[in-house]
């Protein structure tokens, strides 16, 4: 039984949802307008202000499928309202980042700075030099460009150097002892 496929979303005012035949989905909202293909086999129904994704059969694939479809549903609605953002951490001494255009520029260590060009629909922000936001309305490119920037130097555990997101631990570890 899928708990998260059982529950309704409701539609908020200002926001349009446009589902066809295909389950090719089209949200519209004050941010923007989001687009994705549903798995075709859910059943989706539009009663009002509520959304209900109904399953077909109790087989495994479409348990499965259940909740995906729901989720994807709500994070397009969430995202047309308030929108996705990750923050970043660079930790390290001589490590910053600052925006330069459209393009946010980090020097990580390197013998060149790192030049990276923001996606279409993602915003970074840089705050002070060692402080990365990455926002927009689509969830899953918001965190695909904020673990790209990530990969650049991630975080290690002896000093903590690197890029982290601002909720993430980094496990310290003992160096070497004397003797």
Known sequence: MSRIGLKPIDIPAGVEVKIDNNNFAEVKGPKGILTEQLPRDMQIDIKGNVIEVVRPTDNKKHKSLHGLTRTLVNNMI????????????IVGVGYRAKK???????????????????????????????????????KQKVGNHAAVIRDWRKPEPYKGKGIKYDTEIVRRKAGKTGK
């Open 100 to 138: 330069e255009g459209n393009s946010l520029v980090m020097n990580l260590g390197y013998s060149h700075p790192v030049v990276m060009e923001d996606p279409e629909g993602i915003d970074t922000v840089v705050e002070g030099n060692n402080k990365i936001i990455v926002s927009g309305i689509n």
């Open 78 to 89: 969430v995202g047309v309202t308030d929108g996705y953002a990750k923050k970043l951490e």
